[in-house]
């Protein structure tokens, strides 16, 4: 079985040996897997699938996990090993992120009066081709920028990414939110944030319609392995969640639309039925 996700992931699901249906092989291809290779993904995949992990990826595919279905359910919980291997993609991009959280944790206890964040290099990886993360930490957070294409996108979904950033800059500073997700810094349209617009491919992408989101991740929103987690996985989606967000809008526009139509018909339809011109008025009076 071959599947992908909304990133474009391909999977593959097989039984590699017909005579021996116990053994169960899932492999993944995805494009940006050098890039988390360099950023420590191997590290978090042996640590959550070690004994799992093939000596050699399926051809074709950049990892593979192979299990024996026998041995699996005698000594797991099954359903925690499906959770497990469902989180493939959210552990393979974690290593970037655990990477600079470490590093900022390091950083704040080593407190060096001589540290100076811009000489840190950016951690970039392409999780889709629309999209971009640029990860590296400071001695008191750690910095995500997301940029997302906008190029296939209508004037008015674009409309509606400015005004959905607005509202997530807005919100990160209300008291209730503040102390519950990553602060937003900055969040435009074809302005890139001033870390990164030296970076010779945001250059060349001036021509180019792109959003860029900057979260600073401050250490109390990471001081649990869930927490940690948590973050991970919603920066992870947050370009699905933006596109379901810009649906969203839209059809609570439209359903609000045709609402007031409707009740604009409905008010027309009942003052035509009441409505009486002032000749019949004046005949109606004349025969009285």
Known sequence: MTFNDFSGISYHLSTPSKENLSQLRLSIHWDCWVQLMQYGAMDVLEREYGQWIASSPEQGYDFTLEFNIDGLVGDNDPDDVIRNVALLRRNALS???ERAFTAQAQAKEENDPNFDPNAIEFMRIDPHRDERMYIRHHRDYATLIIGIALDDLDEADKLF???TFEE???RSRLQDYCTRAPLVV???????????????????????C?????????????????RRDEIISQRMIFRDYLQYHIKCAKGFLNIRMRRNLCDHIKWLERTSKDYVSP???INKFRRG
């Open 95 to 97: 290593g970037a992120f």
């Open 161 to 163: 990414v400015k005004l």
């Open 168 to 170: 997530l800059k807005h």
């Open 186 to 208: 900055h969040a435009k349209v074809s302005v890139p944030p001033p870390e990164i617009a030296h970076l010779e491919e945001v250059v060349q992408d001036s021509s180019h």
């Open 210 to 226: 792109r959003a860029y989101i900057t979260f600073l991740i401050p250490p109390r929103l990471i001081d649990t392995k869930r």
């Open 279 to 281: 000749a019949r008025l």
